[in-house]
């Protein structure tokens, strides 16, 4: 939790400051090749809005989904469980796995059958939420192809835990871009000057 607080903090920084950030950016390239790279650069960041805006609306489905489910099985509040499950779930890796268990407690308390159900509830929906929501929705709306989305998550959380997961499809976002961009176009232009 105290990775997920550190990137929640860095994070407003960093969007409070994001216009001298990206200004002082783009002055770190050569001035002839500075507009393209404001072109790439502005794409990545919306790229990186999509993907904000994504995990957005998986949250808000993961909290529409429990509140059915909760409702359906009277287990006290929730309302508030779903909303704790949707801002819990903006966290990656951890945040949906923490408010499961926080739900699934709480669905103890009306009786064993409801809590061996909702612990089936909240198994189903992770794998569909890692498999099936976030490749469809945020993968599209980055532009990332569904199987290496679910490859960027598993690499980045391996590597740097939750600071990897949240980071690592926006990152693969802007290494596609940047490879098709710049560096296919040169790799087809060394091929057209092989000799004959």
């Not at 779903?82 to 009786?111: E, F, K, N, Q, R």
């Not at 980045?156 to 693969?172: E, K, R, Y």
Request: glycine share 8%; aromatic share 10%.
């Amino acid at each position: 939790m105290a990775d997920s607080l550190m990137v929640t903090v860095l994070t407003i920084y960093f969007l409070a400051d994001l216009p001298r950030i990206r200004a002082l950016g783009y002055r770190f390239v050569p001035h002839a090749r500075r507009p393209r790279a404001i072109l790439i650069g502005e794409d990545i960041l919306n790229k990186i809005g999509g993907y904000v805006l994504g995990n957005v609306v998986i949250s808000v489905i993961a909290a529409a989904l429990t509140f059915t489910w909760l409702v359906s099985f009277g287990v006290p509040y929730p309302f508030l469980l779903a909303v704790l499950v949707a801002l819990l779930d903006l966290v990656p890796v951890v945040g949906s796995t923490i408010a499961g268990i926080i739900v699934v407690l709480v669905a103890l308390t009306v009786s064993l059958p409801v809590c061996l159900f909702t612990i089936g509830f909240f198994v189903v929906y992770r794998f569909f939420e890692d498999y099936v929501l976030v490749p469809k929705l945020i993968g599209k709306a980055v532009e990332v192809p569904a199987l290496l989305t679910v490859v960027a998550v598993l690499i980045g959380a391996a590597l740097l835990g939750v600071v990897g997961a949240l980071v690592a499809i926006p990152a693969a976002a802007a290494v596609l871009l940047i490879a098709q961009e710049i560096w296919f176009p040169r790799l087809d232009e060394g091929h057209h000057r092989l000799p004959r």
